[in-house]
């Protein structure tokens, strides 16, 4: 017997452009029946890549099959009058709605909070935008590094010599599209409880700044603006740096100094591992690892110790010390690319990758559920929908005849 | 304000560090009842990390823990304690418990003969989360680590810095807030699920999983499908270009800068005082604009160098092009927008003092969300929780207060 959805019966409305573009699929995988809305000549988001055998064609954008699968995709242009009755339509059926257009831009156009309110009271309208809905920026033109640098992360990372730098792969829209899942069913639950709907205006500037952790705090308790430093890492200690990511013979490994029991543990385990292999010099065989407190290390110990260690770590391959790590039981992992990613043996022992099916690139592997739920496992993925794809599914569901369908259609309105 | 609707929600949380103590935090702020159960033997490690009010070091005056731990209550416990005491009052709260987070390496529970069948047997209709490093199962589920390493296997780190340089720190635990997001979503679509049909479940959660492959997924399927293995790469976008960091007036002041549009480009130009530039056919189209990209970062940089950050984003805005502060973290605080959506809460914390932290980066039109008390110290609550919750008279717990099980 199939197990149930956690979310099953319940539908959203996912507006979105590319900033909140992961937000409504990930309450697909729980079973929610998501409506990709799209306008008539498809969604910008589609033309972001990589592609499949990197030939940009709207259906085979790997950002766009991943974000959007398990989702049914429709047509409809909001800005028409007749679209906009459609849309009422949707909106009375659905719990959830999903937008990030700028912020008013459907206020303008009559179909805003206020009037999703009047049709469907206990609605959940969640707006993604860079700065949220009000407020001094509220109409600046921003970009995923934008929000990255407004929300304080750019600042953090990079070499000290050279301008401050984002994640290659940009994260600060899919992290805003995650954190507004959890924000809508969190209202969810509060609807569940009270009957009150909700507008949930969400601020990606502000998540980004959430994923900070303690940054911030530096400067507000200590007057400290901590600042990037390559591959060191700051942040730990009072005021000293330590190396984070060292390079070994083909590639990095990451290993952090760390106090506390994992710090104990790990940097005995570490030095027994260089005394073996007789490469530890003897200062560091006389550290007390038991009593170490790593707030209070100077930086000249740590950069004592760490230029043992930098010449240590050159002579062995990443694999060889993440073999060593696993059978010591200590963290050195390596700086793994997507390709030791796609090839590692905890990912394919717990079977992560899921296969998905498409006629247009045949099967392929996705990253697999988010999160393992015994009861209420998340749903098999299906694909991405292609655009308008179930304009006739969907619009005949709505009651609307086959003649109808074709006057929208005609009228350029889906 | 509307009603604090997760209030008689009862939350036991066995989590540390960051993933699981922030996935608290949305119910805790919720209203939800939270306890802590921490011990001195083994204390958070959050509670002795910087900053520490005046750079004292004790289990109190860590700001970073009071981030966390508002609105939530403190029980110090030693599950260790040889009269097995401090595991039978640990079995009470699990009694008492909706939801029980944890995010020990796997096997800690286990020892402590608390399982997810264990726990079931105890409480059947509990929701359990167990966000660990990689996972329940596997063969490398028992590996030690954080975040702080869990970015490196997740492939962040590589893809962070300069093509010629090392990898860059992204600063800590990057994979924590991803997955305690995708987390969160997980535990309220069983809590939903539990509402309609009273029935508990475990949810497994591994970090590598949720915190790194879903933000890296089109790119593991480009390696998948097309082979290709992206490096990091300073600020480079493919579909834009200029787009960087720029230096501006002052020491160490920074705007960001993205051109994806033909029409962003022309805005640009305008803005620096040079629309024919515009015309120029070497820069027409984002093709040539990519091609002549490090000769556009320095004719950029040129221009914004003579200006402050403000007036070099108000330019740009004024003509339409994404642009930003490169805020640091004194900026944050004095960031406009940030103000004006109140973003920073002040907390009022008896040893570390008044100081502002995060709230939630969403604003509800009925929120549930309040500040109702600040962090609590280690064991705050345990008289509270030993005769008000679970019965204990007070005799027996100065008993238990004697014997140490509380430590």
Redo the contacts between chains.
Sequence with gaps: MAM?A??AGLRALDLTDEKGL?SAR??AD?GVDVIKIEPPKGSKAR????F???VPDVNK???W???CANERGITLDIEKKEGQAILGKLVKSADFVFESFQPGYLDKLGIG?KWMEKIKPDTIL?SITP??Q?????D????????????????????ED??????????AY???S??????S??????R???G????????I???V??????????????H???????????????GAKQR??W?CKDG?????M?????GR??NKALTDFMIEKDACPDFLKEVDWKNF?M??TSQEFIDKVDAAREAFFLRFTKQELYQE??KR??????????????KD???E??E?WEVVDAPE?GS?????????????PCVKRERAPHIGEHNQEIYTELGYSESAIKAFKQAGVI | MSKQSFAGLKVLDMSWIIAGPWLVKYLADAGADVIKIESTHHPDSVRTSPPFKDNVVNLETSAYFVNYHCNKSSFSLNMNHPSGKGIEILKKLIKWADILVENFTPGQMEKWGLGYEAVKELKPDIIMVRMSQLGQTGPLSNMPGTGNQLVSLSGFTHLTGYPDRDPSNLYGGFTDTGSARLTTVALLAALCYRMRTGKGQLIDASQYESGGAHFLAPIIMGYMENGDIPVRNGNKCSRAAPHNTYRCKGEERWCAIAVFEDEEWKGLCRAMGNPSLANDPKYATLESRKKSEEELDVLVNRWTSMFTREEVVEKLQREGVPSGIVNDARDLYDDPQLKHRGFFWEVDHPIVGKNRYESLPFKFSNSPFKLRRPSPMMGENNEYICTQILGISEEEFIELLSDGVFE
């Design positions: 149930p956690a979310l992961s990930i309450l729980y033309n972001v890549g990589p499949y055998h990197n954008s790997f950002h099959m991943y974000y909070y969640t700065f949220g009000d407020g001094p920026y509220k600046y033109k921003a970009s995923d590094l934008v929000c990255w640098s407004m929300g304080g992360y750019t600042w953090m990372v990079g070499d050279r301008p401050p730098v984002q994640i290659t792969f940009p994260q899919l992290h805003a995650a954190e507004a899942a959890a924000a069913l969190l209202g969810h639950y509060h569940l409880i009270t009150e709907g909700q507008h949930i205006d969400l601020s500037q502000a998540c700044v959430r994923d900070l952790m303690n940054a911030p705090l530096f400067w507000e308790l200590s400290v603006v901590l600042k990037r430093s390559g591959p060191y890492r700051v942040g730990l200690t009072i984070l990511h390079k990095y490994v990451t290993y952090l760390m106090g506390g029991a994992i543990r790990d407190n707030a209070g790590a696993i039981h200590m963290t050195i992992y390596p700086v793994a690319t997507v390709e030791d990613i796609a043996k905890q990912l022992a717990r992560f690139t392929m592997k996705y990253p697999g559920a988010l999160a393992r739920l015994s009861e209420t």
